[in-house]
Every structure is written in structure tokens, then in C-alpha cells.
Nanobody, 121 residues
Framework: HVQLVESGGGSVQAGDSLKLSCAVS?????MGWFRQAPGEEREGVAA???????IYADFVKGRFTISEDNAKASLYLQMNDLKVEDTGVYYC???????????????????WGQGTQVTVS
């Protein structure tokens, strides 16, 4: 059974940085970060495949970095130069599949954390 617990959200000013963490228990393959703003659909932010390759949504390229620490069983999302439009609940997700055709599509993920709020003003 896989459990994901996010932390690190908060309220910041535009241009600030935040680092989200996701504690992972259980066996997973592809992992990703998603976000959902009020009244909007959940959207993919960044994903990390089993071979360590990362993919980013265009709106975060150059600002966000996804990484993992296998020794700590954790997934991270470093967010720099935050913008007001980055506001939302950020979710950590894990897939049972070794590879996903669309890593930024939430439909491919099997397990989700409870989410952590990020507010940028």
C-alpha cells in the first residue's frame, strides 16, 4: 500500500521560493506533482520517471525543479520565482506503471497525497 504525505506549502510573495516535500511509503514508479486552483481542473506540474528523467509543464519550465531522494524516500518540488498564478493546492502523486505515455496527465496516477496549499500574492 502506498502512502504519500506532502509538506512545505505556505503563503509567500511573488518572486519568492518554496520547496515542497512528499514523504513516500511503498513501492512506486513514476511520480509527479500536480496542482489545482479553485474552480480549475487538476493540472500536471512536473513528473519524474523511473529512469530519473524529468518532464515539466511549460508554465513552470526554468522555475521549478522536481527531484527525489531515495534514501529518504522523498520527492521534492523546488519552486522559484513564484507567480500569483502558481497559487493552488499541490499534490504529490505516484503511479504503479514503470512508464507513462503522458506523465503530466493525472489519469495515469494511482495514489495521491492530501495536498498542500501554496498561496502567492
Amino acid at each position: 500500500h502506498v502512502q504519500l504525505v506532502e509538506s512545505g506549502g505556505g503563503s509567500v510573495q511573488a518572486g519568492d521560493s518554496l520547496k515542497l516535500s512528499c514523504a513516500v511509503s511503498g513501492d512506486t514508479f513514476c511520480m509527479g506533482w500536480f496542482r489545482q486552483a479553485p474552480g480549475e481542473e487538476r493540472e500536471g506540474v512536473a513528473a519524474l520517471s523511473l529512469d530519473g528523467s524529468a518532464i515539466y509543464a511549460d508554465f513552470v519550465k526554468g522555475r521549478f525543479t522536481i527531484s527525489e531522494d531515495n534514501a529518504k524516500a522523498s520527492l521534492y518540488l523546488q519552486m522559484n520565482d513564484l507567480k500569483v498564478e502558481d497559487t493552488g493546492v499541490y499534490y504529490c502523486a505516484a503511479a504503479a506503471a514503470a512508464g507513462l505515455d503522458y506523465p503530466l496527465d493525472f489519469a495515469g496516477y494511482n495514489w495521491w497525497g492530501q495536498g498542500t496549499q501554496v498561496t502567492v500574492s
